[in-house]
């Protein structure tokens, strides 16, 4: 296979869908459906294709958890070598549990709360990327506090809209609540200048996700080293610069941003400014690593319309509904010819904008068979939700023919936990009253 694995992650061989050795459908029998399948050699080679493109400068590949936070997956890539991007006290606990270094992490998002920087600050994170005067303040005041010195880059709003697909995934223009403008940004390294406990470590920018072009990425490090220059300049020495992350990948047989062609836009700029590069890649290294394997229930004709209705859906994964985002599904078994149908494959929830894919031609399914939904790697079990009192599904790693069960399903047990009705005496597994 060799070749053929890294290219595809999920082969069809003898008409059925593998990952790595192990047929689809035995994982489904093992481990029941709806259930996530990830190829293990599969994230390693996207992993291993950053390293190799950017080897030719200092990096830091900070792997954005929230795309993919299996603790197995985590472990995985800590040990090539990867930090993490996080968003929340809960990814840091995460990402150290998964033995990932804490020099190696950097915290971003809007809202960090002081008990989530005092955190942070006491597992000393590489550095905070920050997103607002207030937020640079507020971490000033922790860390004279703590009396530990917080390393920091601002987030600089490009104010360029990014090519990405949705509206919900660009985040590098004026009117999203990420990033900081550019002179507010000068303002801030000013003001951090007079703080004995910040210290301005680099600076930062993140465009959007599932971005397939590499001229807004150049666009935007170009204006965020103008910014350094200025601040260089003025007598700040900034050690990293950080371009974030979404790099795309194929969903529907578009070609993925090629890696080697970022970093030869990329790495010019950086190698003059002297500065180490931080890349905080999600989707990429896991997105195309993963599927979402789910059973027919029912097949459906309402008037002319047909709905193959599944056992997963919008709680399981939620970027079609979400993002209006596009997954191919597949049969996991060809089953021979059989009538070509427009259908809804939908889900069981309670809710119309409940479906996996609209208006597909599909060869029309029976009860019982399996469906595979490609490319559910990434922002797949990270977004799946209880909604309709459902257990989340089981997560599975393959590595060559072994399986590993990394996550198992949720029971109604767990659905339950922490619960309590206060007058009666019942209580959810682990409440305390
Ligand atoms: C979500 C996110 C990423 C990763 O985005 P991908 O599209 O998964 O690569 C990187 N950096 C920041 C700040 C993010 O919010």
């Known amino acids: ?248 990948i194929p969903y529907d047989g578009e070609p993925r941003l090629v890696m080697e062609d970022l970093a030869g836009v990329i790495l010019p700029l950086v190698q003059s400014s002297g500065l180490r590069l931080v890349l905080e890649p999600g989707r990429f290294i896991v997105g195309e690593a993963g599927v979402f394997l789910t059973r027919v229930e029912y097949v459906k004709q309402v008037g002319s319309k047909w709905f193959v209705i599944v056992d997963g859906g919008m709680s399981e994964l939620i970027r079609p509904s979400h993002y209006e985002a596009f997954h191919v599904v597949d049969p996991v078994v060809s089953p021979g010819p059989r009538p070509v149908e427009l259908v809804d494959v939908v889900g069981p929830i309670c809710e119309t904008g409940d479906f996996l894919a609209r208006r597909r031609p599909l060869e029309l399914p029976e009860p019982g068979e399996l469906l595979a939904v490609y490319t559910a790697g990434a922002y797949g079990f990270t977004m799946a939700s209880n909604y309709n009192a459902r257990c989340r599904p089981a997560e599975t790693l393959v590595e060559g023919d072994r399986v590993h069960l990394v996550r198992r399903r949720e029971t109604v047990e767990d659905l339950v936990r922490g619960e309590s009705i206060p007058w009666s005496g019942i209580r959810g597994q682990g409440a305390t009253s």
């Open 1 to 248: 296979m060799g070749e053929g694995v890294l290219t595809t992650p999920f082969p069809r061989l003898d008409g059925e869908l593998h990952a790595g050795g192990v047929p689809l459908s035995d994982l489904a029998e093992r481990f029941g459906t709806p259930l996530y399948v990830y190829n293990l050699e599969h994230v390693e080679a996207r992993y291993r294709a950053i390293e190799q493109a950017f080897r030719g400068v200092d990096h830091l590949t900070a792997y954005s958890v929230k795309a993919n936070g299996s603790l197995a997956i985590l472990n995985r890539l800590g040990r090539l070598g990867a930090g993490a991007d996080i968003v929340s006290v809960g990814e840091l606990h995460r990402a150290r549990r998964a033995g990932i270094p804490p020099e190696r992490i950097v915290f971003a998002g809007v809202g960090k709360t002081e008990a989530e920087m005092r955190e942070a600050l006491e597992a000393g994170i590489y550095a905070f990327n920050v997103e607002s005067r207030g937020e640079l303040s507020r971490l000033d005041a922790v860390a004279s506090a703590l009396r530990v010195a917080a390393p920091f880059a601002v987030r600089v709003n490009p104010d360029l809209i990014s090519p990405s697909p949705h509206e919900y995934t660009r985040t590098g223009h004026a009117q999203t609540k990420f990033g900081v403008p550019v002179p507010e940004t000068l303002e801030l390294y000013r003001w951090a200048r007079g703080r004995p406990w910040l210290r301005a470590l680099g600076i930062d920018v993140h465009i959007g996700s599932q971005i397939l072009e590499v001229t807004p990425y150049s666009e935007a490090l170009s204006l965020v080293l103008d910014v350094e220059r200025i601040l260089r300049q003025e007598g700040d020495e900034l050690e990293f610069v950080d371009i974030g992350g979404g790099y795309g």
